[in-house]
């Protein structure tokens, strides 16, 4: 069964599920609360982040559910914000051009940038996505 709204991957879920016991897949599929829980506690103890094996095509069927597709791509801009998100480049990417370059200058102002976004970037594209259409 495919879906018409293909916001995210599932290459780039278990990709970062390589790197999941730092919660880094559950952010990409927008479940911040549980990715932070991950994040603190290395994947529930490396057995959560198993589990997560078989869990991720549910969890992008449910982000394809939730998010809506449009010109900046999901997966592009996490990619970007999990590798050069202090540098802001992930905020030019979705046209956020002030906060980008105060990225840029502050390295994500302190980090702090950083952690707000992992929380909220999905909804950032998502809105970024409507406001294009």
Same mark, same amino acid.
């Given at each position: 069964?495919?879906?018409?709204?293909?916001?995210?991957?599932? %290459? %780039?879920?278990?990709?970062? +599920?390589? %790197?999941? #016991?730092?919660?880094?897949?559950?952010?990409?599929? *927008?479940?911040?609360?549980?990715?932070?829980?991950w994040f603190f506690t290395l994947g529930l103890l490396g057995i959560g982040w198993l589990i997560d094996l078989f869990l991720i095509p549910g969890m992008d069927r449910s982000a394809d559910r939730r998010f809506q597709t449009g010109r900046s791509?999901?997966?592009?801009? +996490? =990619?970007? =914000?999990?590798?050069? *998100?202090? #540098?802001?480049?992930?905020?030019?990417?979705?046209?956020? +051009? =002030?906060? *980008?370059?105060?990225?840029?200058?502050?390295?994500?102002?302190?980090?702090?940038?950083?952690?707000?976004?992992?929380?909220?970037?999905?909804?950032?594209?998502?809105?970024?996505?409507?406001?294009?259409?």
């Amino acid at each position: 069964m495919t879906t018409t709204n293909d916001t995210h991957s599932k %290459v %780039v879920g278990y990709a970062l +599920w390589l %790197v999941g #016991f730092t919660g880094a897949h559950r952010f990409y599929y *927008g479940r911040p609360v549980s990715g932070t829980i991950w994040f603190f506690t290395l994947g529930l103890l490396g057995i959560g982040w198993l589990i997560d094996l078989f869990l991720i095509p549910g969890m992008d069927r449910s982000a394809d559910r939730r998010f809506q597709t449009g010109r900046s791509n999901y997966s592009v801009g +996490w =990619l970007l =914000l999990s590798f050069l *998100g202090l #540098f802001g480049i992930h905020r030019f990417y979705i046209g956020k +051009w =002030l906060t *980008g370059l105060l990225y840029l200058v502050t390295g994500g102002l302190v980090g702090i940038g950083y952690l707000y976004d992992l929380w909220t970037f999905n909804s950032q594209i998502n809105e970024a996505n409507a406001q294009r259409q």
